[in-house]
C-alpha cells in the first residue's frame, strides 16, 4: 500500500514543506525528479479498476451539475453557446474551480490512485520513489461536433510542446461510453510513429501513455452525444546516485513543472 506523505493544493507548497532547511527530504536523501521514464512506461498500457469501488462517474456527474446542463453525461450541454471561445474558457475555469473543491470526486480520485494507479508503478522503482501525481484530476468535456473538449481546433500535439517533461505519464480515463460517443483520444505508439489509434475503451479502464513525447489528439465528436473523459500525469523522484548528491534540490527548484504548467501535484511514496 501506499503512503500519503501529504496532502497539500499546490505541488510546490508541499514539496517545500517535505525538506528541511538544506533543501533535503526530511526522511531520506535528495530526490531528484526523473528526466525520463523507464523504457517499460513508455509504452501503452490499460489498467482495469471496479466502478461499483471507485466510483468515478457518480462523482464526476455530480461536479459537471454544478456547470453544465447534465442529466447523464452523454447528455450534458453547456448553459451558453460553447462554439464561443470565451464561453468555452469559462465552463473549462468554471469545471476546474469545482473539481478543486468538491470532496467526493478528490476521493475517489484518490482510491483511485491508491488501489490501482500506484500499485502497478511501485514494481519499476526502488522503494525511494516519491510518486507526483497531479491533484486533482482534469475533467474534459466534447459537445457534439467539437473538435476537442474545450470546443477548440483538435491540434495534435505532445505534451512537451507546452513545458512538460518527459519524466512524466499520462493517464487517459473516459467516463462515457465509447460506444454512445464513436470518439476517444488518439495516441501515436511512439514519439513520431504517426500510428495513431483511439483509446477505444470503456469506463473501468484507464489508459497510460507517454503523453509528454507521443503525439496525441482528440477528433471531433461526430455523435450526438457528449464525451467525458477524466485525465491526470505523475512524475517520479527517486534517490539520486551518489556522484550526484551534492547538486542541491534548489538548483532544480524551477525545472519540474516551470512556466506555464499550473497543474497541481500532490506527492505520495512507498512506505
Known amino acids: 500500500t501506499m503512503s500519503v506523505i501529504l496532502r497539500t493544493s499546490f505541488f ?6 517535505n525538506l528541511d532547511d538544506e533543501g533535503r527530504s ?3 536523501s535528495p530526490l531528484m525528479v526523473l ?5 517499460p512506461l513508455r509504452r501503452q498500457a490499460t489498467l482495469r479498476f ?72 511501485e514494481r519499476h522503482f526502488p522503494a525511494s520513489t516519491v510518486f507526483l501525481c497531479q491533484h486533482p484530476p482534469t ?42 460517443t464513436q470518439t476517444a483520444l488518439h495516441v501515436e505508439s511512439a514519439p513520431d510513429a504517426g500510428d495513431f489509434k483511439p483509446l477505444a475503451v470503456d469506463y473501468g479502464s484507464v489508459v497510460a501513455f507517454y503523453g509528454a513525447l507521443c503525439r496525441h489528439r482528440a477528433p471531433p465528436n461526430p455523435t450526438a452525444s457528449t464525451r467525458v473523459s477524466l485525465d491526470f500525469r505523475i512524475a517520479f523522484r527517486i534517490a539520486p546516485s551518489r556522484r550526484r548528491e551534492a547538486r542541491s534540490l534548489d538548483e532544480e527548484e524551477d525545472e519540474p513543472f516551470a512556466g506555464p504548467l499550473a497543474s497541481h501535484y500532490r506527492p505520495y511514496s512507498s512506505p
Open 50 to 121: 471496479d466502478p461499483s469501488t471507485h466510483r468515478l462517474r457518480e462523482a464526476a456527474t455530480a461536479v459537471v451539475r454544478k456547470v453544465m446542463d447534465a442529466p447523464t453525461l452523454e447528455e450534458c450541454r453547456g448553459r451558453h453557446d460553447l462554439t464561443k471561445r470565451a464561453h468555452r474558457l469559462r465552463c473549462e475555469t468554471a469545471l476546474t474551480e469545482a473539481a478543486v473543491g468538491d470532496a467526493t470526486l478528490l476521493d475517489a480520485y484518490d482510491g483511485l490512485l491508491r488501489d490501482v494507479v500506484l500499485p502497478d508503478l
Open 35 to 39: 528526466a525520463e521514464l523507464p523504457p
Open 139 to 180: 475533467l474534459r468535456v466534447q459537445p457534439p461536433g467539437a473538435a476537442t473538449c474545450d470546443g477548440g481546433p483538435g491540434r495534435t500535439h505532445r505534451d512537451a510542446d507546452y513545458g512538460h517533461r518527459p519524466g512524466e505519464r499520462n493517464y487517459w480515463l473516459p467516463l462515457t461510453d465509447y460506444e454512445a
Open 26 to 28: 526530511s526522511s531520506s
Open 12 to 17: 510546490r507548497q508541499g514539496r517545500r514543506r
